[in-house]
Structure formats: C-alpha cells, structure tokens
C-alpha cells in the first residue's frame, strides 16, 4: 500500500480511537442512562384509583451512574427529588456490579486512548514490529471493545435482573411503594454502544493497512535519438 494512504488511514484509525474514548468519558459524566415511568402503587390502592384517575400516582424517573432524579406523585401534587448513588444508595443496590460497571468503562478509556496513541505512532513512523504495527493496535481495540461490551451487559443485568429502576424508585421510601410500569435506555447508554461501533469500525480500517495494493508509477516514455539529433 502506498506509504500516504496508509498515514491516512492510521490517521483516521486515530480519530476514531479518540473519538470512542470521548464518548465513554461523555457517557460517564452525563447521568442520562436509564429513565423511566413510575406509579405509586400504594396511593392508588388507598382511594381505589380507577384508569383515568391513575395520571395524578404517575411519576418519572432518570439516573447515570452517580446521579438522579425522580418526580413522585401520590396523589398530593408533584414532588420532585434528587439523590446520589454514592454512597448511601450504592448500599440498596448490587453494589459489586454496579462498581463492575464504572470499572469497566475506565478501563476502556485507557486502552482507547493507547490505541489511539499506537495509531499516531504509525501515522508517523513504518510500523516494524507487531506490537507497534496492525496486530497491536487490533489488540487495543478489540480489548477496548471487550470492556465496553462487558459494561453495557452488566449494566442491563443489573437493570433486568437486579430490578435496578425499582430499587433506586423505592429508595428512601417508607410509607409508598412506587412500580415501574416503562424503562427506556436514554442517550449515556447509547454512546457506550457507540463506542463498542467504533472500535469494530478501527479493526476495519486498520486492517485495510495490511492489504498490499499495487502502486501506479507513471509511465516513462523512451526517448530515441537520432542521426539528426546528434548533429545538433
């Protein structure tokens, strides 16, 4: 392959590095991974609400990693409330899993951003060994995508599994029991699963690298002298 497509594209593979770990670190910060709709279900109960009258027990819900917020109705107007996971909540909650999680997706930071720096490296210099060439930059993004998959399955364990909206809905809670009637997964989650993109996307563009194409040279016309011309 000609020695400027291949910077080009170590180049490109670069971006995409530094581009996946920006997002899980977005997706770290901002505290938008799961919100959802709740429903006082003991306030209900007590005035025997019927369908229409469900609206004023209808309440919603939306939490990251460290923070959240909740909007409960019960039938006393609307009350809205903040909370922390850490570190009184991480307590109601698998709290092994949920550090798992945060764990993980530091830890996919780290090996972006050394892929991201092996894929300078090549932008700039001939990779000479594997380590430094393709075969080590497919082995920091394919470990960077492993943590990233690893983060987003543990975190819907432990929203399907562990019943992680309820447990933070119900937290601090001790005269109402709140149910969860929807859960959507919002724009943190996706950056995540946007990052596992990117790193299947760097294992494509870097293994371009190693297909040799053939280089076009331009064609060199002969020049034949004449009698004529060695006279002048």
């Known amino acids: 392959m000609p020695g400027l497509l291949k910077k080009t594209l170590f180049s490109l593979a670069s971006i995409i ?9 977005v997706a770290l910060a901002t505290q938008k991974w799961m919100s959802g ?12 609400a019927s369908n229409p009258e469900l609206v004023k027990f209808l309440g919603d819900i939306q939490y990251g ?10 039938g006393l107007g609307m009350r809205q409330s903040k909370f922390s996971i850490f570190p009184q909540l991480v307590k109601k909650l698998n709290a092994a899993l949920h550090v798992m999680i945060i764990l993980f997706l530091c830890v996919a930071i780290v090996f972006a951003l050394v892929s991201f720096g092996f894929c300078i490296y090549n932008a700039v210099k001939v990779p000479y060994r594997s380590v430094r060439g ?11 995508g492993l943590f990233v998959v690893l983060a987003v399955v543990s975190f ?13 809905a119900n937290f601090s809670e001790s005269a109402f029991q709140y149910l969860i009637l929807e859960e959507q997964y919002r724009s943190s989650f996706w950056l995540c699963v946007a990052s596992a993109a990117a790193h299947a996307l760097n294992l494509l563009v870097v293994a371009i690298t190693s297909i040799d194409f053939p280089e076009f040279k331009p064609k060199t016309e002969e020049v034949t002298v004449t009698a004529e011309d060695l006279m002048y």
Do not use: D, Q, Y
Not at 17 to 25: D, G, I, M, P
Not at 137 to 142: E, G, K, T
């Open 134 to 144: 393709p075969k080590g930059i497919h082995l920091w993004n394919i470990v960077a």
């Open 17 to 25: 590095s530094f581009t996946s770990a920006l997002l899980l670190f």
């Open 65 to 74: 990693l460290f923070h959240g917020s909740k909007v409960r109705r019960c």
């Open 37 to 48: 709709k709740i429903l006082c279900i003991t306030g209900a109960e007590l005035v025997n």
């Open 156 to 168: 819907i364990a432990a929203v399907k599994k562990h019943h992680l909206t309820e447990r933070i």
